[in-house]
């Protein structure tokens, strides 16, 4: 009713206050106002843009690319299978049941039976691993020409990588138990704070000292370059002080990028691929992309979303382990969650759990590579250079899936996705000046 009011009283009042039809005596003429073209470009279509990009990967091209990377969800599937037959192995062979004696036999206090199965489990479950490790990280790659290492350079590789996933997984695991024993059958929340909290720590620590294990890190040179990223991070609040370019092509020659660290050990890494292999707009159209994961706190939400599933995933494996221990715990010699005996039990459930979530994850992740490239692009504003850039990407990514594959299986939209965003951002500032004096979309 007082709404019903006012709007009554401000229709008085506008009445009284406007000139009646016999003072407005002034003539007036309708004035149509259009957007002028710019200069040489009589119109663009997006679609037609696209395809041309598209049409730029050779039919040889594409079918590597298809082939490489549609072999991953048979992998996907393989990795699962394997790891749920090394998990029987270890359980109906008593394989893990002896290493939780030999632990015991050790010393009798629990907190350090626990660091001393999990390098037994972690060492024993790498050998039985290795075959399908050597296959997908070094024979796979090569097949496609996608590896620049020799098999003594990707094996020392492996070996820096073992020693590192067994001092995470000792420290992790150890920690878990141990809250497992304190809470018992509350353990499920407590275990996802702690994981959580490692992954935090993990993310603070890598970029300064797990990486460098792995590649050679350098500043960049005083240049133009250099000195355009690091205005482009100052333009967007981002703390960094350097840009550091590393020794990527030692391993493969895929170009990549990243804005990495939080709490203080934020930096600005590139590696050499993407300086060799592309132009200036191309590298700051990367460079744009990764600010953009910094700027909208990215890894936090990721971290936020990811320790959900992890939540959830741990309150799956309390249950489903409790339901099988009741039934084979016996025979596997399992007394409980608090048992590290029954590991082999706990990671087979992990990983069926991330499995069936697939969809789940890869669509987080895709929708904040979606969101940094349209930051990425209003930063940069060179969505050809974006465009091509996505064409590079293509070497080893599946240029034009089904929506339904793009859904499942791709954690990054894919790279028709991606130059679609660049020739619809472009669309809608063909007047802008610097577009206009920009390179020339294919039509």
Do not use: C
């Amino acid at each position: 009713m007082r709404i019903r009011l006012f709007i009554m009283l401000a229709a008085l009042f506008l009445g009284l206050a406007a000139p009646s039809q016999a003072q407005l005596t002034a003539p007036t003429t309708r004035i149509e106002v259009a957007q002028l073209p710019p200069p040489g470009v009589s119109s663009f279509d997006v679609d037609k843009a696209v395809n041309a990009y598209m049409a730029r990967q050779t039919s040889t091209a594409k079918a590597k690319s298809d082939s490489y990377f549609e072999g991953g969800y048979v992998l996907l599937v393989v990795d699962l299978v394997y790891g749920l037959v090394i998990a029987g192995l270890l359980l109906w062979g008593k394989l893990s049941s002896r290493m939780g004696t030999i632990a015991a036999s050790v010393t009798r206090r629990r907190f350090w039976q626990v660091p001393i199965y999990v390098a037994h489990y972690t060492a024993l479950t790498t050998v039985l691993s290795l075959p399908l490790l050597v296959y997908e990280g070094f024979i796979r790659e090569h097949t496609y020409g996608f590896s620049n290492q020799t098999l003594g350079q990707w094996s020392g590789e492996f070996a820096i990588n073992f020693a590192v996933q067994l001092v995470a997984s000792v420290v992790l695991l150890t920690l878990l138990y141990t809250a497992a024993r304190a809470v018992q059958r509350r353990w499920w929340l407590w275990g996802a704070g702690i994981t959580v909290a490692f992954m935090v720590f993990f993310i603070m620590v890598a970029p300064v000292y797990i990486a460098p294990l792995f590649n050679h890190y350098t500043a960049l040179p005083d240049s133009g370059m250099r000195n355009a990223i690091l205005s482009m991070a100052r333009a967007n609040d981002i703390p960094a002080q350097n840009v550091y370019v590393f020794d990527a092509s030692k391993q493969s020659n895929r170009i990549s990028a990243n804005v990495s660290g939080l709490f203080g050990t934020t930096r600005i890494s590139l590696n050499d691929n993407l300086l060799n292999r592309s132009t200036p707009s191309e590298v700051l159209a990367v460079l744009g992309h990764e600010m953009g994961h910094y700027v909208m706190n990215h890894v936090t939400n990721f971290v936020v979303w990811i320790g959900l599933l992890i939540l959830a995933g741990f309150w799956f494996v309390d249950k489903a382990f409790y339901a099988l221990s009741r039934i084979f715990g016996s025979k596997w010699n399992v007394s409980g969650i608090d048992d590290p005996v029954g590991l082999p039990l706990v990671m087979a459930l992990i990983s069926v759990f991330f499995f069936v979530a697939t969809p789940l994850t890869n669509t987080m992740i895709r929708s904040q590579e979606i969101q940094a490239d349209i930051f990425g692009l209003n930063a940069v504003r060179q969505p050809d250079a974006f465009a091509t850039s996505a064409l590079k990407l293509g070497d080893y990514r599946k240029m034009n899936p089904t929506p339904l594959e793009e859904a499942i299986f791709f954690d990054h939209p894919s790279g028709r996705t991606r130059i679609k965003e660049a020739m619809r951002w472009k669309a809608e500032h063909l007047n802008d000046p610097d577009i206009m004096a920009g390179p020339i979309s294919p039509q």
